[in-house]
């Protein structure tokens, strides 16, 4: 990426500290300690530039939480982590809301590109499950309408391309970021399957 130059380093200290990871003031403290030069060069860059990044893993790899930890230590104000998982959950309540309902028909009426209905788009949201992924064109229409909410920020895009011909939409990243000039980049957190199942052993997990 034009203007990034951040080369690998190792964070292993001579002298040893405790840290408590769970306190987020133990936890800024802890970043501060094994990369703090490399916090305040983000730090330097983020005051006047911005970029987009594309997180891509398999699920439970770390994407969000290593995005909003991210956020979380170098400047909430200047870096966000928008997930299209999230996202998509937050309209269980919109559709169910008459007003707001109506405001969303009304955006999609105007940005909504596919090849389907909007009657049918609005069912799919309506009826959505886990087993069936919504369509592409409805994953950029709505993604720009809550991407325009986040203002000029670097953005960490967590869930989408989540199949390989929903690469090509990734195309259309202008238009979606109201047409910034900004740097796009793909990051693949490759975590091997045995690590996975050892964090989702430990979590509660909703049987429904």
Do not use: W
Not at 32 to 60: Q, W
Not at 130 to 150: D, G, M, N, V, W
Request: charge should be positive.
């Amino acid at each position: 990426m034009q203007g990034l130059d951040f080369p690998l380093f190792k964070t292993k200290s001579a002298k040893y500290k405790r840290f408590d990871l769970s306190d987020p003031k133990d936890r800024q403290k802890y970043f501060e300690y094994k990369c703090g030069p490399e916090i305040k060069k983000l730090r330097e860059y983020f005051k006047k530039n911005t970029f987009v990044a594309y997180l891509m893993g398999k699920k439970s790899s770390g994407k969000g939480t290593y995005a909003k930890m991210l956020a979380e230590i170098v400047d909430k104000d200047k870096v966000a982590h928008f997930s299209i998982g999230d996202m998509i959950r937050s309209f269980d309540e919109v559709i169910h809301d008459k007003s707001k309902r109506k405001e969303l028909v009304e955006f999609l009426e105007k940005n909504y590109r596919g090849f389907l209905p909007l009657e049918d788009i609005m069912k799919s949201l309506d009826n959505r499950s886990t087993k069936t992924l919504l369509p592409s064109e409805l994953i950029l229409a709505l993604a720009k309408r809550e991407i325009a909410k986040l203002g000029k920020k670097t953005i960490f895009i967590d869930g989408f391309p989540r199949d390989v011909d929903q690469v090509s939409y990734t195309l259309f990243l202008r238009d979606i970021i109201n047409h910034r000039e900004d740097q796009d980049v793909f990051i693949l957190i490759d975590v091997p399957t045995t690590v996975i199942d050892e964090r989702v052993k430990f979590r509660v997990i909703c049987p429904l």
